[in-house]
């Protein structure tokens, strides 16, 4: 009995240093990709014509954010095809985080789309949200109801369909969602039917698909479905999407996790010493490049970012962004989205991971390996649900740093564990060594 409580008390000295230091760092990192700006800062959005004779899509934000590439991704194509009026709309008109730090104005707010339109939207695009299934999310799911009974499609992007099953209308409707969460929208809402192993599903009136990137089917979907194959084929060309299946959703094997996803343990919880980007937003970036930026670091929980620049810039199509910087000054890094040409901005030396043509996540993946290792940028891949078997990676193989951190903690808890064994039998048998050698002294006399 003694031995196997002795097993358990070094078990639990194994375990306690790294749990200590490194659940608060994976709280921490968590709670960074949507973390609201604190400063109050905000921004007019670009005003936009408004043409009655085009139908008019939707993507919607909510009070706490979204997912960066969810929100950008659908609407840069949307807006590629010059066949649409695109906005970004909200509850209210304040900023929103997108996953990153990227503060993005919303177009308008429910009410003035209302006014606008005086009807549904034709098209309403539901990213994933921070809060999906919490009550803070009802100003939107309410609003997706009305939208819904208006006859307008509905395009959930990952776990956007979390947010539609909430408000019940996904009910009796075939669906899908990231696999890292499809398992717990299973038992959450039963009334759908939830599908794996595709990268969307058209069930009529609802359109949802799978992680993040799985989201440019979905949209180049929705465009040939009301537009026509050659305007989606040919937004396909524009953004550099090479996955495009005009005859139905690409194949796609069910990701589920592995020995190797084991990586993202590690950098989480003990990366503490992983670099900050500054993203330094410009006048005409393009959205999708953006999205490339802060998701592929914010997804791979390695690299930190924060948007930086002198003032509100305006994207290739008029999205309105508030950086929360203006320097990169004391960041490990500076990134500049979107352009090849040089700039001038106080920090480190500035790195252009669109200085080829291309998909824009393929030059930031590539960086990601560079400046991390193989194994993060392969499971921010996965992730993202972006094949990258054609995508060349080098870098080193494995975050060896981030994996023997914890593995020292574990021994330095146990040579504590150890020591205090041994003060406790010499508390325990000193006095008793001692009795026996007053004892001897005292027959030797």
Known sequence: MRAV????????????????????????????????????????????????????????????????????????????TGAFNVYIVASEPHPVPLTGGLDLVPDLTFAELENLLDGPADVVVVPAMPDVGQATTKPVTDWLATQANGGALLLSVCNGSGVLA?????????????????????????????????????DGGVISTAGILSGI???????????????????????????????????MQQA??????????????????????????????????LASVFDTYGQSLAVGTLAVGAGPVQSRHGLTFVPRAETAAGLDRLVVPGTTGSVAVAGPEPVYPHHRPGFPFDGVLQDLARI?????ARWTAKVLE?????????????????????????????????????????????????DAASADGAGEA
């Open 5 to 80: 409580l002795r097993i358990v008390v070094l078990a639990l000295a194994a375990l306690a240093l790294p749990a200590a230091l490194g659940a608060p760092a994976v709280v921490g990192a968590l709670a960074a990709l949507n973390a609201p700006r604190t400063d109050g800062a905000s921004a007019s959005p670009e005003p936009t014509a408004h043409d009655p004779a085009k139908p008019t899509a939707v993507v919607v934000v909510g009070d706490r954010g979204a997912v960066v590439s969810d929100t950008l991704a659908p609407y840069e194509i949307l807006a590629t």
């Open 166 to 202: 909430s408000a019940g209308l996904l009910d009796g409707h075939e669906a899908t969602a990231h696999w890292l969460r499809i398992g717990e929208f299973e038992g959450r809402y039963p009334a759908v039917e939830w599908v794996r192993g595709t990268r969307y599903v058209d």
């Open 217 to 251: 089917d979905g949209t180049l979907h929705v465009v040939q479905r009301i537009i026509g194959a050659d305007a989606a084929a040919d937004a396909a060309e524009a953004i550099g999407w090479r996955h495009h299946h005009p005859d139905g959703p690409a194949p």
């Open 256 to 289: 589920r996790l592995g020995a190797s996803d084991a990586v993202v343990a590690f950098n989480t919880a003990f990366g503490w010493d992983r670099p900050t980007a500054g993203v330094l937003l410009t006048d005409g970036v393009g959205e999708i490049e």
């Open 372 to 376: 991390t290792d193989v194994a993060t």
């Open 386 to 434: 972006y094949p990258i078997d054609d995508l060349a990676l080098s870098g080193p193989a494995w975050p060896w740093s981030e994996t023997l951190r914890p593995v020292g903690l574990a021994a330095v808890g146990v040579l504590a564990a150890l020591g205090l064994f041994a003060l406790v039998r010499r508390a325990r048998g000193g006095p008793r060594r001692e």
